[in-house]
């Protein structure tokens, strides 16, 4: 099974407080994202990973940035938190783009809370 | 512009009612349309990706199915159990698998 494993279910951060979100695959999926989920919002997309060292801004890059040292393992960096930051973040993973296959599974969630 | 639009928001059944969620999409151009089954407070879970249109697939009480321009999932006989949140996303680049996703319908079945 895949499995895609984030490293903090529940957080309680400070305003102004620099975060670090883990995600490690176990796939050797070449695809990695970060994904916030807000009510009335639904699952957006920060920034994805289709290499390492690789990047690109999804749809609210604002605030975040991230980093992928190793294959496995994407990460999520709130520089200074704020409060509109408090949310769930989704990690996820996939493989590269083919005729079929190209799941892309979840993690369990990190829910932030910034106060 | 891509957009993945789910109806009803909310659904509510009894045991054993039968029925259908729907996803509809205007993308330029498809590269699969993914089911997913989201608890609360977990992350969404993966059912079923859909390629072309005709497609079906389907797993114990759920089968999903695509055309140009929408996708139903249906629900057979749902137990209490089915209760949940079911999110469509599409997925419309080759390059990045960047999904689009609807807002979910939310089910519930009441005993």
């Known amino acids: 099974d895949v499995k895609v494993t984030q490293s903090s279910r529940y957080l309680v951060k400070r305003t102004g407080e620099k975060v670090f979100l883990e995600c490690v695959q176990d796939m050797d999926h070449e695809n990695m994202f970060w994904y916030r989920q807000d009510p009335g919002l639904g699952l957006r997309l920060i920034y994805f990973s289709y290499d390492v060292k690789m990047k690109e801004k999804g749809d609210i890059p604002e605030g975040y940035s991230v980093s992928r040292e190793k294959k496995e393992r994407f990460s999520l960096i709130l520089e200074s938190a704020s409060t509109n930051q408090t949310s769930m973040y989704l990690c996820a993973s996939s493989p590269a783009y083919r005729l079929s296959g190209n799941t892309i599974y979840f993690g369990e969630g990190s829910w932030l809370t910034v106060v | 512009e891509d957009q993945v639009t789910q109806s009803p928001e909310a659904l509510r059944l009894q045991e054993g009612e039968s029925s259908s969620l729907n996803c509809s999409y205007t993308?330029?151009?498809?590269?699969?349309l993914f089911w997913y089954r989201q608890d609360p407070g977990k992350g969404p879970e993966f059912l079923f990706t859909l390629y072309s249109a005709g497609e079906e697939k389907e797993k114990e009480r759920l089968k999903a199915t695509l055309t140009k321009k929408e996708s139903f999932l249906h629900i057979t006989a749902p137990k209490p159990e089915d209760s949940a949140t079911y999110l469509c996303a599409v997925r419309v680049s080759s390059n990045t698998g960047k999904l689009i996703f609807g807002q979910g319908t939310t089910l519930q079945v009441k005993p």
């Open positions: 993308v330029s151009g498809l590269r699969g």
